[in-house]
């Protein structure tokens, strides 16, 4: 950080308000901001994507009123998007909020978001050219082999890589292989020395730690919901546009699921009920990945929004 903030003179941290889906963390994001003057950032992969509102729970303008709110309706859906491309948004997007006088205030589910925001992600490393070529050649070798071949040799020159990457994640699975062959180094590798700049600002995570049951009932109700406002409708607006099936927003809890309700193999009932249960596994992923942040992560009570923010709040405040 290369210069203060007035901001950053009042609070010794930018709070990121993280956790799984249905916890909670939208109202206390937007209750820091009110008490604090702050405008709201978005951490969450499928958030980005315009047109995908009820599936992804996105605030709606009575409850963001007129707090200023970013990183959300960026790319059309079926565009790539990585952690790459959200640092490289985000951060510029914190220090204007900065620069203005205001205090960012963070929030979302995505575990790789807010790790990069915390431990510092530099991506100005590297041969873009060379990447881009490299990815060609193995979009064609794919075409001509199969998704088997590619991850058989990640798996050789970058088990650690492959260990987090499904096999059939051929986007991804590409782009690791990419990095191999155009800087002859492995993904992970990679990834690891991206860390070694640290981050760009000084953040604080938070999150609201429910029990299981209560969780679990909060997800159930927030499925409900989401089906009477109309997810239908914006599957079935992916599937008409052609978005190609294998792409990330299809991969939203929520959507996939409806795909087989929009070609009539099952139920609305069915549908929902997968979705009930895809939606509790996605967020006991999430949390695993946050408790994996052990002390990085500092849990709060499920308490009123007023009285968390507030707890927040003191917490990051400078003596």
Not at 74 to 101: M, W
Not at 234 to 239: C, F, P, T, V, Y
Not at 257 to 279: F, V
């Amino acid at each position: 950080m290369d210069k203060s903030y007035p901001a950053l003179e009042k609070y010794s941290f930018i709070p990121v308000i993280a956790g799984p889906t249905a916890s909670g963390k939208s109202a206390l994001a937007l209750e820091i901001c009110r008490n604090a003057d702050g405008e709201l950032v978005c951490a969450d992969s499928m958030q980005i994507y315009r047109g995908l509102d009820v599936g992804t729970a996105k605030d709606n303008k009575e409850d963001l009123g007129d707090i200023p709110h970013y990183m959300t309706d960026i790319v059309d859906p079926g565009t790539d998007f990585s952690v790459y491309d959200y640092i490289n948004l985000a951060i510029p997007v914190i220090k204007d909020i900065l620069e203005r006088g205001k205090l960012p205030v963070v929030c979302g589910g995505t575990g790789q978001y807010i790790s990069a925001l915390l431990y510092g992600l530099d991506y100005g490393d590297g041969d873009e050219e060379a990447e881009l070529q490299a990815t060609k050649e193995l979009e064609e070798e794919f075409e001509r082999s199969g998704i088997d071949v590619l991850y058989d040799r990640l798996v050789q020159v970058d088990p650690e890589a492959a260990k987090l990457i499904h096999p059939n994640n051929t986007r991804r699975v590409i782009r690791a292989l990419a990095v191999y062959k155009a800087l002859g180094i492995t993904f992970s590798e990679k990834n690891r020395k991206s860390k070694d700049k640290g981050p760009e600002y000084p953040f604080k995570v938070f999150m609201i730690d429910w029990n299981r049951e209560e969780l679990y009932g909060r997800i159930n109700r927030r499925v409900d919901v989401m089906i009477e406002n109309g997810i239908i409708d914006e599957a079935r607006m992916l599937m008409d546009s052609g978005v190609d099936r294998s792409s990330t927003c299809w991969q939203a809890i929520g959507y996939k699921e409806m795909l087989k309700y929009l070609d009539g193999e099952e139920t609305i009932d069915q549908a929902a009920d997968r979705i009930r249960i895809g939606t509790r596994h996605y967020a006991k992923r999430q949390l695993t990945w946050l408790r994996g942040m052990g002390e990085d992560v500092t849990l709060l009570k499920p308490d009123s929004p007023d009285i968390n923010a507030k707890i927040i709040l003191d917490m990051c405040k400078k003596n």
